[in-house]
């Protein structure tokens, strides 16, 4: 496959053998980030405790991601509270929340890999 746009994505020219579609489409896929996202409920814990929640992503990356978590939960301006993403795998990740109050955290995720390099 002899040609890739700017952003480097490979595609096939018109003088490419048919028979060599599967390669190109294996390496456009390649080439695209995995991206995932999703919401999970932290549970819970103890006041100025921390809590966490284990996710699943729904397809297992190549490579390990990068995440990144907000809040979904309203607060008030009296209601502290912080999430973080903690250990990070190429199926899981451990999202945490440390609370004022003793209540679950709704929160949304994020995470991307880098194209696979063949």
């Known amino acids: 496959m002899p040609a890739t746009t700017p952003t480097r994505f490979p595609y096939p020219l018109g003088t490419d053998p048919v028979a060599d579609g599967d390669d190109a ?12 996202s999703g919401t999970a409920t932290i549970p819970a814990g103890a ?3 921390v809590a966490l929640v284990t ?11 990068a995440v990144v ?14 999430v973080w993403v903690g250990t990070i795998t190429t199926t899981t990740v451990v ?3 440390r609370l004022k109050v003793p209540a679950a955290v709704n929160v ?3 995470a991307a890999s880098p194209p696979v390099t063949p």
């Open 25 to 36: 489409i294996k390496a456009l896929a390649q080439a695209i980030p995995q991206i995932q």
């Open 47 to 49: 006041v100025d405790g």
């Open 55 to 65: 996710v699943t992503f729904p397809r297992a990356f190549a490579a390990v991601p």
């Open 69 to 82: 978590v907000s809040s979904l939960t309203p607060h008030p301006t009296n209601y502290q509270m912080g």
């Open 95 to 97: 999202l945490a929340a």
């Open 108 to 110: 949304a995720w994020f």
